[in-house]
């Protein structure tokens, strides 16, 4: 069993940086591309940022300069810096992950985290 637990959102005022972290648990062989997403109220679910197993990153248009993803494979862990948040970053952040789960199972499956509440308001 495959897990993703998100931490780290949170309230912050305009202008403010979050750091948000990404763990990944459970039955892991190996870990292809970890993403970021976010969903605001009544809109649909958005990719923000993606870093492949070698580190090669892209982002959203709307965070570039802004965000930034990273990595540790040896914890199994996604982050994501954000600074200069303005209002219209409040979403919710899911994680997702590319995981082969054991040595047997030959194909990548997605995992996503329950997510986790980011506000940007004064």
């Known amino acids: 069993q495959v897990q993703l637990v998100e931490s780290g959102g949170g309230l912050v005022q305009p202008g403010g940086s979050l750091r948000l972290s990404c763990v990944a648990s459970g039955s892991i062989f190996s870990i292809n591309a970890m993403a970021w997403y976010r969903q605001a109220p009544g809109k649909q679910r958005e990719l923000v940022a993606t870093?492949?197993?070698?580190?090669?990153?892209n982002y959203a248009d709307s965070v570039k300069g802004r965000f930034t993803i990273s990595r540790d494979n040896a914890k199994n862990t996604v982050y994501l810096q954000m600074n200069s948040l303005k209002p219209e970053d409040t979403a919710v952040y899911y994680c997702?992950?590319?995981?082969?789960?054991?040595?047997?199972?030959?194909?990548?499956?997605?995992?996503w985290g329950q997510g986790t509440q980011v506000t940007v308001s004064s």
């Open positions: 870093i492949r197993s070698g580190g090669s990153t």
């Open positions: 997702n992950g590319e995981i082969r789960a054991t040595i047997r199972r030959l194909s990548f499956d997605d995992y």
